[in-house]
């Protein structure tokens, strides 16, 4: 899973990213889990309205619009899915509140398609080991592609206390676990794995 990213055990809050046509999976599974581990979970709505629909045609109603959410988040979460990444890489207000969070040293955590659409962009993969949908490495330059289903990375110049990325659906379960076990610990992360039969 990577680099060990244990922090002092307190009340963590997160935020979610939902743009029209996002990766449900992407986007569910952690929202899921993070609530399971305790960890506070604010899903954020970019663009009018509370209701967001994914790429599945699945609608997620959101806590908040992104214009209310601040910038006080220990993490946030992009989800991928396509036009889904691409929406939030198109707001001005998304590509701000990502970076506020890297550089206030807190995590950013980008899965599938999102690591290479919205994150390079702003310039957060640039030293970084990271992973994300097969091909849309081919984006990134300045950064270390590794073909791992999760990759946390604290070093490079982003600032984030952790970058976390996560290569598809098929490994939101697992990403969800490593952002878990960054804002809590690794014992936290593993009886999650557990509990939810994932391992």
Known sequence: MGEDCEEDIMTKK???????GFEEVEAITPI???RRAGIEVTVAAIGN???VKGTRGV???ADMSLREAGTSWDAVVIPGGMPGAANLAASKEVGELITKTAVAGKHVCAICAAPAVVLAPLGLLSG??????????????GA??????TVVDKSGSAGAAGLITGRGAGSAGEFAIAIISCLLNEAEGKALAEKVLLK
């Open 32 to 34: 899921d889990y993070l």
């Open 59 to 61: 609608s997620v109603n």
């Open 144 to 149: 270390e592609w590794s073909p791992e289903r």
């Open 14 to 20: 997160v935020i979610v990213l939902l743009a029209e």
């Open 128 to 141: 970084k080991k990271f992973t994300c949908y097969p091909g849309m490495e081919e984006k990134v330059s």
């Open 49 to 51: 309205g509370l209701t």
